[in-house]
């Protein structure tokens, strides 16, 4: 009988010691609201990850700058207190990679067939690289969408901006590009900006709409202009040391599990920017504009000679391959003569 229940307890143990070993903690620290494509996909990463290495790993996700700041997360992740981020394309300055800024210029992508092949293409690869040496290995681009500008007062004409102060990102391409516009830029982390806006510390700020939204910042803006002139997206990142550290094998579970979580970003961020702009029109606290075309012609003249002033920050051969893609996009879609299929909203 003893025989028996001991060989039990070795059966039960070897059939349970993937469990019994401690998991290995992933911790997922980000800025955003978890309701938000960048939180959402951060939750399917982790289910991915939980279910197929059945318990070997545990992903613990922190929403809404509950654990760090813009800034600080960087540095949380190079000191491996955390070991997964998605920051904005434009909060890489600080790190000394100022080329992911690149992103930022205004009006840069004309849809996102041409951002998407951007991310995935050499420019992507090129970022990538240049976060080794800072002991961070690149994982994927996320997307959000298109930026536009709130305030308290209509924001139509280039006039309009004058002496604005208007809450960026810490990029030197968005504190040029509200410059350029008159305004007077103010870097702020995003966890301080409802506040900042709803105390008058700023006047104003963009952002993408499921941002808007679910930081509620248009219960202090009375003012929304959808004016898609700039473009918000994530690049997401992990600790080198943390990443190389691994077995090829839970590589490869990650890899697959950040591949999946990718395409499932995408594919809700788009509708989760149009929801968003609903929920801010049955709001009823901000009025709306859409720029008119003779307007929007006028904020890109302001805008576009902020691509030549960045052209040495952001990489003249980057930017190039922008612009290339964005001809071969056209080129493409007038082939097809169908009109684009990824509209800037
Ligand atoms: C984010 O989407 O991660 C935050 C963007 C911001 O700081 O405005």
Known sequence: MKIIIMMLGILSLSFFNVVLAEPIVIKFSHVVAPDTPKGKAAEKFKQLVEERSKGAFKVEIYPNSQLYKDREELEALQLG??????PSMAKFGPLGAREFELFDLPYIFPNKET????????????????????????LAFWDNGFKHMSANKPLRKVADFNGMKMRIQSSKVL?????????????????????ALQQGVVDGTENPLSNIYTQKMHEVQKNLTLSAHGYLGYAVITNKKFWDGLTVDQRNLLAQAMKEATVFERGIAQQENDDSLAKIREAKTTEIYTLTPAERAEWMKALLPVHKEFESVVGK?????????????????????????????
């Open 81 to 86: 207190a955390v070991q997964i981020l998605a």
């Open 115 to 138: 951002l998407y092949r951007t991310m995935d293409g050499e420019v992507g690869k090129r970022l990538f690289s240049k976060l080794e040496t800072k002991g961070i290995t690149g």
């Open 175 to 195: 504190d040029a590009q509200m410059k350029a516009l008159g305004a007077m830029p103010q870097v702020m982390a995003f966890s301080e900006v409802y506040t």
């Open 317 to 345: 051969e980057s930017l190039q391959e922008v612009y290339d893609i964005a001809a071969q996009v056209a080129k493409e879609e007038a082939a097809e003569q169908k009109p684009s299929t990824n509209k800037k909203k």
